[in-house]
């Protein structure tokens, strides 16, 4: 296949890459380090996917969401999750209204916080399933059904949720098939010592920051055209096919540890969303290709929510990273089928 780039798109490549250092620059202002997080988040929206953050609380994920959409000059809902918020509070409903001109009593639409640019799922594990699923419905269909009408979301339209640790008490851990219906599970780690003490001088001043523009819904619009128009080689996708296929214990492809290690491996959107993500991944890089790089790269947060440990891999305090770590050391750079 060719892996010639267009000259009108490399010219909006180009502008991509120097927005995303624009907007490392406007996010960082509010937000102390977690540029890995940062980087993983504007990926996810480049391809057009969703992103699940995990971490402990007070690691600043709702004030990051809600500056990167500052930055993205985008609409921005947080909806906190609790055991009792119902799927309408989400989606929204129909009321019975009188029409001031015909006096008539008629049903109208109030629509709820799901129809938004940046929806945030503050503790999406905090409410039972039956409105994880209202949710995920209006993720993977990107449009809510009300009284029989289909309201389509605006778009760009990206759900980015938060996760408690499912050790916790109280949580309602997502189902395999709906955490598949996210494009990446980010993991948010605490600042190093240096970052905390910025945090904790900026975070005890008065000082008021103010996070500028850097891209419109237009824009970006755009720009999710042009990542699924960069060219891929053909061993690029065997890379990340091959990949893939190892996770699936039981196979005839599978790894010996993840037979030992797995339940349940990751499926084709799992291939998918290797690539998509690899091109986005390249683009940021200032590359105007995919390499086998660019997939391992992104192999962590695409894999990690998809690949299931079982009670042995558990009892061995065996992690989902290490075994992605394996996979990646398995499967050479240079894969052909």
Known sequence: MSTAVPESDVQMLESLRHAHQLMRKEVGKIIIGQE???DQLLMAIFCRGHALLVGVPGLAKTLMVSTLAQALDLSFKRIQFTPDLMPTDITGSEVIQDDPATRQRMFKFLPGPIFANIVLA?????????TQA???ESMQERKASIGGTDYPMKNPFFVLA??????????????????DRFLFMIK?????GDEEE????QGTSDVQLAVSKVLHGEDILRLQQIVRRVPVADHVFQYAKQITRLTRPGTPEAADFVNKWLTWGAGPRASMNLILAAKAHAILGGKHHVS???VAAVADPILRHRLILNFAA????????????????????????
């Open 162 to 179: 938060t996760q408690n640790p499912i050790e916790q008490e109280g949580t309602y851990p997502l189902p395999e098939a709906q955490l």
């Open 198 to 201: 910025l945090i904790m001088r």
């Open 188 to 192: 948010v780690d605490y600042p190093t």
């Open 314 to 337: 558990q009892s061995e305090g065996v992690t989902v990273e290490k075994v992605i770590r394996q996979l990646l050391k398995a499967v050479p750079k240079n894969a052909a089928a």
């Open 36 to 38: 890995k997080v940062l």
């Open 292 to 294: 086998a790089d660019d």
């Open 122 to 130: 503050d503790e999406i594990n905090r409410t039972p399933p039956k």
């Open 134 to 136: 209202a949710l995920l």
